[in-house]
């Protein structure tokens, strides 16, 4: 008989996958930064991302159980095909501009491991995603299964440098109270908000859900599948920004990338610890490498009406054009891909808050969730949490705009 622990991890699954994609390279450099420029101060901020995605892809998880349509098929039939087509084109182009990072996170990841420059290693694990997803016949358990792998792998290696750096316990606690924020300090924060609140990942969630054949009865093991992944997220992510703030921030150390980071904890604590450190951000990179141009291949062909499942031939093709894109980039061009980069963040960037509002409309139609719909306290949440991300988009934008006029 299986014991009460073997059952739980069996009814694990989406959750893990959504935390594995969203803890990318990106989110990392981030978390790095802010704990580097920082300290402890803005781990509150943190904690709010934790519950504007658990609520959202709470939302997800819903509809996943209790429907048997996709979630963009339910959004084209009841709202209009061109808001599943724009949500569609937006995830497949944030996904695009995202793959780059992602490639860059591996190389650098791997370098820091063998030595080896960090150029080859796209080379190598691009076709291996290819590989995974092309041979696979029942994609979603392979996926379930390497990210199980890959977040283990994570949090013993973020969780070795902590231990290495013997954080304070007083200053930690005081930065999970809110506190005003400076005009100068918005962009970090709606850096941090928006690489742990992603609102594409908790739509795809409910594509996840449906995958691993979850119906109205399984909707209690889906709701706590999705706390304990995206609790897991944000516990990785506090992880890294500790670790940052507890070694570089007292040094006044800046962190301009992952690649720093591992650097600045190879000379303060030896070696070991740089390819520590490189083993987290590579399983990191490697995850979100994959999920990544799923998540952006699916819903693309979803939009489209092409196929949602990730076992159809179209969202396999979308989702190999963001892989191979990614590796080229990566290998071949980099200096030269700056604007382009920019421009395909800029074009998808708009769309978020859109992804937020169909979520939100579905969650709330009695006609397509009944007794499941949202009460009046997810709403306040999934509102508050509307309005912050679109917050977020306006600053990102405005700043994206100003780096294109320097061109």
């Not at 179209?314 to 200096?335: E, N």
């Not at 409309?361 to 679109?390: D, H, W």
Request: charged share 10%.
């Amino acid at each position: 008989m299986r014991t009460k622990i073997q059952r739980i991890i069996s009814a694990l699954g989406p959750g893990i996958i959504i935390a594995a994609v969203v803890l990318g390279p990106g989110s990392i450099t981030v978390s790095s930064q802010i704990g580097a420029a920082y300290g402890f101060m803005f781990l509150w901020v943190l904690l709010l991302a934790c519950i504007f995605m658990i609520t959202y892809t709470s939302m997800s998880a819903r509809f996943g159980v209790t429907n048997s349509a996709s979630m963009l098929q339910t959004i084209s039939k009841k709202y209009g095909k061109w808001f599943a087509v724009t949500i569609g084109t937006a995830a497949f182009l944030a996904s695009l501009s995202f793959q780059f990072g992602n490639n860059f996170g591996i190389g650098i990841g791997m370098q820091g491991i063998t030595g080896i420059d960090e150029r080859v290693w796209p080379l190598i694990f691009t076709p291996l995603a290819l590989l995974l997803m092309f041979g696979s016949r029942n994609l979603y358990k392979i996926l379930e299964k390497l990210m199980m792998v890959l977040v283990l792998i994570m949090i013993i290696s973020f969780f070795i440098n902590l231990i290495l750096t013997s954080p304070e316990i007083a200053p930690l606690a005081k930065g999970f109270v809110p506190h005003r924020v400076e005009r100068d300090q918005l962009g970090i924060l709606a850096a941090l908000l928006g690489t742990s609140f992603s609102l594409a990942g908790a739509l795809y969630h409910s594509y996840l859900a449906q995958d691993k054949g979850w119906k109205k009865e399984n909707l209690k093991g889906s709701l706590r599948d999705t706390y304990f992944g995206i609790i897991m997220l944000a516990s990785i992510t506090a992880v890294i920004i500790i670790t940052s703030a507890s070694s570089l921030h007292p040094l006044g150390i800046t962190v301009t990338s992952a690649a720093d980071m591992a650097l600045q904890l190879e000379s303060l604590f030896g070696p070991y610890a740089k390819v520590i450190f490189s083993v987290g951000l590579c399983a990191a990179a490697f995850s979100s490498l994959m999920v990544n141009a799923i998540i952006g291949g699916g819903l693309m062909s979803d939009g489209l009406g092409l196929g949602r499942s990730m076992n159809e031939k179209m969202p396999k093709i979308f989702a190999m054009i963001i892989l191979i894109t990614g590796m080229l980039v990566a290998v071949f061009l980099r200096g030269n891909v700056i604007y382009a980069l920019i421009m395909a963040q800029a074009s998808s960037i708009l769309a978020v808050p859109l992804i937020g509002l169909g979520l939100f409309l579905v969650a709330n139609s009695k006609e397509i969730m009944g007794k499941y719909r949202n009460n009046p306290r997810q709403n306040i949440v999934a509102l508050t949490g509307l309005f912050s991300i679109s917050l977020m988009v306006y600053f990102m934008y405005r700043s994206l705009i100003t780096y294109i006029g320097t061109f």
